[in-house]
């Protein structure tokens, strides 16, 4: 396995920043098409907190820039990131307005587009088609577990075969696929946990984003949390799991993150994860000496 940044200044020459996009879209999990109320972990926001409000794409990209380039300095490149909710969850028109937008941008060199493996139907596998051609592309599957009965129990609403389906169409039209997987679903034991980065692995993915489960305000995770129907894993019991799992992964498999972090106003468990410069440290001294 490899780490992004490595992987990225690689690719592009130097080091990559994303700038979140919020688009007018929903999920088909909340809408009632495949399912209501949502993932149980999933936040009103679709996950989305970190990025503007839904409005003009070039906008919120401007302004996602604005707010690193202290940081990142002159020479970085930007990914635009459609980050909340199921961004191809829309109209074909729609998506191909944004991502003209976003591929048109001065300062992005790549797109990735958050979303779930039942909603890439044949039109819109074509828009994302079309831009592959022209700027790299990745598309962000939210497996979160192989096991369709944990996949019942947090209410994700689709068959796991679906995202071997996805990702064998989207490896057809030449995109990077990054599998999102969540260590601590309820009533997972370690082994399931690495089996499901087994899986992915298997299924070709070429990257992977892990994160532990953590609890938000308002969510239905919230109350089983309060009701002691779950647990969730400490700061050890994680980056072990962790640790273990980046021994599986294939040589070339990209890992983009090692774990996530709630919006702090939201989060109510672990707290570990709030304090991200800590953690941050952590992964350096433990993963990256
Ligand atoms: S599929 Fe994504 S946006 Fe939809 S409810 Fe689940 S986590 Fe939230």
Avoid at 116 to 121: Q, S
Avoid at 175 to 204: K, Q
Avoid at 218 to 247: H, N, S
Wanted: glycine letters at 8%; charged letters at 25%; one cysteine or more.
């Amino acid at each position: 396995m490899i780490f992004a940044s490595d992987y990225f200044k690689q690719r592009f020459g130097h080091k990559m920043y994303k700038a979140s996009i919020s688009l007018d879209v929903t999920c088909p999990n909340r809408d009632g098409t495949r399912g209501t109320g949502g993932c149980i972990f999933c936040s009103a926001g679709g996950s989305g907190e970190f990025s503007e409000a839904p409005g003009n794409v070039a906008f919120q990209i401007d302004a996602a820039i604005e707010r690193v380039r202290g940081k990142a300095g002159e020479d970085a490149g930007y990914i635009a990131y459609f980050q909340s909710f199921t961004n191809t969850y829309c109209a074909a028109e729609y998506l191909d307005g944004v991502l003209s937008q976003a591929a048109s941008h001065p300062k992005v060199e790549a797109v990735s587009i958050a979303t779930r493996p039942d909603c890439l139907p044949d039109n819109i596998v074509e828009i994302i088609s079309k831009y592959s051609s022209k700027i790299p592309v990745f598309v962000e599957l939210g497996l979160q577990t192989f096991r369709d009965d944990t996949a019942e129990r947090i209410n994700r609403c689709y068959k796991t075969e679906e995202y071997a389906q996805a990702v064998d169409v989207l490896h057809g039209i030449g995109v990077n696929v990054i599998t999102h997987i969540i260590f601590g679903l309820p009533g997972e034991t370690e082994e399931d946990m690495l089996n499901t980065v087994r899986y992915a692995a298997s299924c070709g993915t070429d990257g992977v984003k892990f994160t532990c489960l953590y609890v938000l305000k308002g969510t239905p995770l919230e109350t089983m949390w309060r009701e002691g129907k779950v647990e969730v894993l400490d700061r050890e019991e994680y980056f072990e799991i962790v640790g273990r799992a980046l021994e599986l992964l294939p040589e070339e498999t990209v890992v983009h993150r090692l774990t996530g972090d709630g919006p702090k106003s939201l989060l109510l468990a672990p707290m570990w994860t709030a304090d991200k410069r800590q953690v941050v440290n952590y992964i350096n001294r433990r993963f990256r000496r």
